[in-house]
């Protein structure tokens, strides 16, 4: 008598479905950097957007949290702090602020498009991950078109006086460190791409909300209902929960590294939005940034050039 094999309940990734999760992340993204450059350059300041954001998104993500708690697990404490920290409010002021300084062609190149150069250091140096010449070409092609952007931007302002922009590159730089620790941290955390958004919209507004009110007050709602309904709206439902819950399932599906490749899409598609929305023209060290930063991502992702095998 035989006995049949037990169901197994392996988790079995889906490509199609992990690459669509990642290019709504990055149509998203990109209206989210001309959002956010708009609102901190007019009638926000970074800590009005980051409160717009994380309290909405912890009332409409309440409910989940609860009905799903039983993924929460004391031994991933450190992930689930890792992942707010990387995409929650730390994240968002950090980001937020560098927009206060720099056009959205740099922030495309400077932020979403070095993030995968930061999650790959990170796996290199916590997990040993190899890195195949190809994908050392990419990266070398991702560092130079960042400092064709943030070289020539330094060189601007030393020749025009044009102020503090260098602390936005650095900021910008800062900011694609931290996300590339929570992609890390949200593939090892155990939970789904909706339970880890929740977690790290629940837990940044818990812990923000109460320095935002003590600092600022309501002073936010003083602003015009239209741009706080528009601004809300996006950062919390958009950016929030739809682009942080689908680059979740695309971690799921592609991995660490192959979902953050994704990011190669945002430098071009920032700077193009800027244009007729901002009225940003970007320079041309910009463009060669764009374009350099681009392909050195799909270089080391393997979006092109000669599969090799590990």
């Known amino acids: 008598m035989t006995v049949a094999p037990a169901p197994t ?3 079995a990734p889906n490509i199609a479905l992990g690459v669509a ?3 709504i992340a990055v149509l998203i993204w990109g209206g989210w950097i001309i959002l956010t450059r708009l609102g901190v350059t007019t009638e926000f300041s ?3 957007i980051v409160f717009l954001r994380f309290s909405l998104t912890a009332v409409l993500l309440a409910p989940l949290l609860w009905l799903r708690r039983d993924q929460l697990r004391r031994d991933k404490i450190g992930h689930y702090l890792l992942m707010m920290l990387g995409a929650g409010a730390p994240y968002m002021m950090v980001a937020a602020t560098s927009m206060q300084f720099a056009p959205v062609a740099h922030v495309g190149v400077l932020m979403p498009g070095t993030m995968p150069l930061f999650v790959a250091l990170y796996a290199l140096m916590l997990y040993g991950d190899r890195l195949s010449p190809w994908k050392i070409v990419g990266f070398s092609l991702i560092i130079l078109g960042d400092i064709a952007v943030g070289g020539f931007g330094i060189f601007t302002i030393l020749q025009n006086d044009l102020g503090h922009a260098w602390i936005g590159y650095v900021l910008m730089l800062l900011a694609a460190a931290m996300w590339a620790g929570f992609t890390l941290a949200q593939r090892r955390s155990g939970l789904d791409p909706w339970m880890a958004t ?6 940044s507004c818990v812990l923000y909300t109460p320095f935002y009110l003590m600092t600022h007050g309501l002073s936010v709602f003083q602003r015009a209902w239209g741009e706080i309904a528009l601004h809300g709206l996006y950062q919390a439902v958009g950016s929030g929960i739809l682009a942080l819950a689908a680059y979740g399932i695309a971690i799921q599906h ?4 192959r979902a953050a490749t994704f990011s190669s899409l ?3 598609l920032a700077a193009l939005l800027g244009i007729p929305l901002l009225g940003e023209f970007p320079d041309m060290a910009a463009w060669f940034g764009v374009a ?3 392909f050195g991502l799909m270089l080391a992702t393997g979006a092109i050039g000669p599969r090799i095998r590990a």
């Open 9 to 11: 309940t392996e988790f």
């Open 266 to 268: 945002v430098p071009a």
């Open 198 to 203: 929740a977690v790290v919209g629940i837990s």
């Open 21 to 23: 999760g990642a290019l």
């Open 46 to 48: 970074p800590s009005d």
């Open 292 to 294: 350099t930063v681009t």
């Open 254 to 257: 592609l991995g660490a590294q």
